[in-house]
């Protein structure tokens, strides 16, 4: 048998050339994918599904959409948690992925000893969020004032049987720059466990149990508008926020007055429910 030729040789790098450029041509070109995303406003529950039809496309939202989406939906905010990056606005702690499901998504809640549910309460997507500075100040000791965080209000879910008629609260956030925080560095230096069985549904990286460790303080309940020692919220180490607590239904006349601070707000919709 003949060696190969030279022209064979030549043939076959010129369809590895035309196969790689093929698969990035025609719509899953990123450029098209873009515009076509942002078109639909970058809603999640279709980025959701094009992730799930093949592991290129899968790539390409998870390298490319997810962050546009974040961008598109809550420019402050990403802005902030990008400014201590030298790569500027193409990284994030925990990666885009897992902002845009802390965006978007509302984790429920797990059945626990403070949490005494008769089932989970499920995860779902959000239709109007609204992530605050302020609130995230209310989550910080006083210690930890130097520290950015931001918090969403709490999302409301009825549970039957509940006295007074209480609702459960679900509330997420994100820290800018935890690596750098203070937060951070007193939960290393105290030598605080990680928590063991739980983990971030946002990254999938284990926590701290901030009630656990007594970081919690009163001004986190009356801005959640909840009694105090009746909520519950855990830190990954990529520096995610989610909890829970128990909502009072509070008369107009028992509402907690607004802070005077000026806050900062970043209020999106995530997309047709």
């Given amino acids: 048998m003949e060696a190969p030729t030279s022209t064979t040789a030549e043939n076959r ?3 590895k050339r035309t196969t790689a450029i093929d698969s990035n041509t025609g719509i899953m070109d990123e450029r098209v994918l873009l515009l076509v995303f942002t078109q639909l406003n970058f809603d999640p529950h279709v980025l959701s599904v094009a992730a799930r039809v093949s592991r290129r496309l899968r790539a390409v939202v998870s390298r490319v959409l997810w962050r546009h989406a974040c961008i598109s939906r809550a420019p402050r905010l990403v802005s902030a ?5 030298p790569s500027g606005a193409n990284r994030v702690c925990g990666g885009w992925h897992a902002l845009a499901k802390l965006l978007f998504y509302c984790a429920g809640c ?18 109007v969020s609204r ?20 918090v969403s209000d709490p999302c409301e879910h009825a549970v039957e049987g509940r006295p007074n008629g209480e ?3 679900a509330y997420r956030g994100v820290f800018c ?11 290393v230096r105290r030598r ?25 303080p009163r001004s986190a309940s009356r801005r959640l508008g909840a009694h105090h020692g009746r909520l519950e919220y855990f830190v990954c180490v ?15 006349s028992e509402e907690v007055e607004e802070e005077e601070e000026e806050e900062e707000e970043e209020e999106y919709e995530s997309g047709s429910m």
């Fill in 177 to 187: 720059s935890f690596v750098r925080s203070l937060t951070r560095a007193f939960l």
């Fill in 13 to 15: 790098d010129c369809f």
């Fill in 110 to 127: 797990e059945p626990s000893s403070r949490f005494p549910l008769p089932h989970r309460v499920p995860g779902h997507f959000v239709g």
């Fill in 131 to 150: 992530f605050s500075k302020t609130s995230g100040r209310s989550f910080l000791s006083r210690q930890f004032w130097g520290d950015l965080l931001y």
């Fill in 238 to 252: 990529n520096g995610h926020l989610y909890g829970n607590c128990w909502l009072e239904h509070l008369s107009s």
């Fill in 192 to 216: 605080v466990d990680l928590e063991m069985r739980i983990r971030c549904p946002y990254c999938g990286t284990r926590v701290w149990n901030m009630t656990a460790a007594r970081l919690v």
């Fill in 167 to 169: 609702d459960l609260g």
């Fill in 81 to 85: 948690l990008t400014a201590g990056f």
